[in-house]
T-cell receptor, first 114, second 116 residues
Framework: AQTVTQSQPEMSVQEAETVTLSCTYDTSENNYYLFWYKQPPSRQMILVIRQEAYKQQNATENRFSVNFQKAAKSFSLKISDSQLGDTAMYFCAFCSGNTGKLIFGQGTTLQVKP | GAVVSQHPSWVICKSGTSVKIECRSLDFQATTMFWYRQFPKQSLMLMATSNEGSKATYEQGVEKDKFLINHASLTLSTLTVTSAHPEDSSFYIC????????????FGAGTRLSVL
């Protein structure tokens, strides 16, 4: 069975600084996708970034980038130039290419301080 | 694009009544929809997967007779919590897949259910 682990329950960062959220996963599959979702206080789940496991190049979306280490089964999220609107709970998620089901980590609550 | 609408956003009901939650994909056809449950400050737990025109597949430990799922069209799935009790109080979230790059799930805004 697949598992996703986020070892940082809470983190904080000063506005304009950079922060990295950690995520590790375990799977025996070769065909899978990895995601970071953001859940602000409104509780609306918002897709932040997506990575296909077969791609070696790390995904980037504006201020958000990932460090995908496939052999180590690590998928960290880096947020550059943090903004107050980045304050939210961040979930790392594994998606099986076979079933399409998402398995979420425990979440990391990020507080961006002014 | 890829908007998922979920209604109602908040419902309060008496114990023993049934509550229906709707999930609609507004601008794409959702071949698969998913239903999750989330307790405060916790992660999302997958309850079931529904494909249009077929019976939902429930995760282990989820009572299918308690949580009835209907996926009657490519844009609508419903979750009915039957004979709701206070322990069913939770935040329920739906997602839909099919409107863009493969395997991206787009989420509804969620429904807060409070059973008195």
């Amino acid at each position: 069975a697949q598992t996703v682990t986020q070892s940082q329950p809470e983190m904080s960062v000063q506005e304009a600084e950079t922060v990295t959220l950690s995520c590790t996963y375990d799977t025996s599959e070769n065909n899978y996708y990895l995601f970071w979702y953001k859940q602000p206080p409104s509780r609306q789940m918002i897709l932040v970034i997506r990575q296909e496991a077969y791609k070696q190049q790390n995904a980037t979306e504006n201020r958000f980038s990932v460090n995908f280490q496939k052999a180590a089964k690590s998928f960290s999220l880096k947020i550059s130039d943090s903004q107050l609107g980045d304050t939210a709970m961040y979930f790392c998620a594994f998606c099986s290419g076979n079933t399409g089901k998402l398995i979420f980590g425990q979440g990391t609550t990020l507080q961006v301080k002014p | 694009g890829a908007v998922v609408s979920q209604h109602p956003s908040w419902v309060i009901c008496k114990s023993g009544t049934s509550v229906k939650i709707e999930c609609r994909s507004l601008d794409f056809q959702a071949t698969t929809m998913f239903w999750y449950r989330q307790f405060p400050k916790q992660s999302l737990m997958l309850m079931a997967t529904s494909n249009e025109g077929s019976k939902a597949t429930y995760e282990q430990g989820v009572e299918k007779d308690k949580f009835l799922i209907n996926h009657a069209s490519l844009t609508l799935s419903t979750l009915t919590v039957t004979s709701a009790h206070p322990e069913d109080s939770s935040f329920y979230i739906c997602s839909a897949r099919g409107g863009g790059p493969e395997n991206i799930q787009y989420f509804g805004a969620g429904t807060r259910l409070s059973v008195l």
